[in-house]
């Protein structure tokens, strides 16, 4: 709180239009540089950051009214709207019980518009920085010599651009305007790979598990490299992120309906301690939760189990 009355308080007392532009700069790039969202992931209350996230938002949204070239506030901001529809708006909603049904339909729509507007935000960026990117992602060859160019630094806006039109598509995958675009996303996917295959640890690991189990074979799916990148993900994060086997047990275990296998590793999810990794404690704390979810509602992913009594 502090640090955002300071920045007010210097873009009231700024007038000139200069001088304003440099503080907007500076302040914008404090807010945006490496280990910015530390405030967030290193957080232990789940409520506290999803409370928080609205603000920060429309924050950045602001800053970025007043600053709109800059690239590091259309990537964080982007990343947030992308971050805060997965973890408290589509998460909470696929939670909800059968019979709150409408309640389930209506988060599900607001997370795919929130996916969207992420995703509008983190392609400016790459506009801005790659005249032409929008109109070449529609020509696959073309696309590809742009995306043979982009750098290392580019990698975060390529993987919250990817997870922001995925997620959209898995909302709603009668949306065929979306689907088109999965080509596309998946070479953006694979070049960010190409250029840092540890980002975040092992968050591009943990997506491929999804990625290759969640599409069909003419798309790209391939249960053994979902399988192959699970692996990695555990090498890379020492068996210590919830979320990769969160991952695995709800795309590969349920998919070949084995119960022992999904439990083990949702079993494995919940033995992590959470502040083994203080960087990623947020994001283990919210897999764990998912993960207890499963396991009380087996039933609704294994036809063999019995259904509650009190269902």
């Given at each position: 709180m502090k640090k955002l009355l300071i920045i007010f308080a210097v873009l009231v007392i700024l007038s000139s239009c200069s001088i304003q532009k440099l503080a907007l700069n500076a302040v914008s790039d404090m807010l945006t540089g490496e280990g910015s969202s530390d405030v967030f992931t290193g957080d232990s209350?789940?409520?506290?950051?999803?409370?928080?996230?609205?603000?920060?938002?429309?924050?950045?949204e602001s800053l970025l009214s007043a600053n709109p070239d800059h690239q590091g506030l259309m990537i964080t901001t982007g990343s947030l709207f992308v971050m805060y529809a997965n973890a408290f708006v589509q998460g909470p909603a696929e939670m909800l019980p059968n019979s709150e049904w409408r309640a389930r339909e209506e988060g599900m729509a607001r997370a795919k518009s929130l996916y969207l507007r992420g995703l509008n935000l983190l392609y400016d960026?790459?506009?801005l920085k790659y005249s032409g990117f929008k109109q070449a992602a529609s020509n696959s060859e073309t696309f590809q010599r742009y995306l043979n160019n982009l750098k290392r630094e580019d990698v975060s806006a390529?993987?919250?651009?990817?997870?922001?039109?995925?997620?959209?598509?898995?909302?709603?995958?009668?949306?065929?305007?979306?689907?088109?675009?999965?080509?596309?996303?998946?070479?953006?996917?694979?070049?960010?790979y190409e250029l840092n295959p540890d980002f975040n640890g092992a968050a591009l690991d943990e997506f491929f598990v999804i990625f290759y189990s969640a599409l069909p074979e003419m798309l790209g799916g391939d249960l053994?490299?979902?399988?192959?990148?699970f692996q990695l993900a555990l090498?890379?994060?020492?068996?210590?992120?919830?979320?990769?086997?969160?991952?695995?047990?709800?795309?590969?275990?349920?998919?070949?309906?084995d119960y022992d296998a999904f439990r083990d590793n949702l079993e494995k999810a919940l033995a992590i301690?959470?502040?083994?990794?203080?960087s990623t404690?947020?994001?283990?704390?919210?897999a764990q939760r998912k993960a207890r979810w499963m396991l009380e509602n087996a039933w609704s992913f294994f036809s063999f189990l019995p259904i509650p009594e009190d269902y």
């Open positions: 209350d789940p409520q506290l950051v999803g409370d928080a996230l609205p603000f920060a938002i429309k924050f950045y960026s790459l506009e390529l993987y919250w651009s990817v997870a922001g039109g995925l997620s959209a598509f898995s909302i709603d995958v009668l949306d065929f305007e979306l689907s088109e675009r999965i080509p596309e996303w998946t070479a953006m996917i694979l070049r960010a053994e490299k979902a399988k192959y990148y090498e890379k994060t020492g068996g210590r992120s919830a979320s990769a086997y969160v991952s695995y047990a709800q795309s590969i275990c349920v998919t070949a309906q301690n959470p502040d083994d990794d203080p404690r947020l994001v283990n704390i919210m």
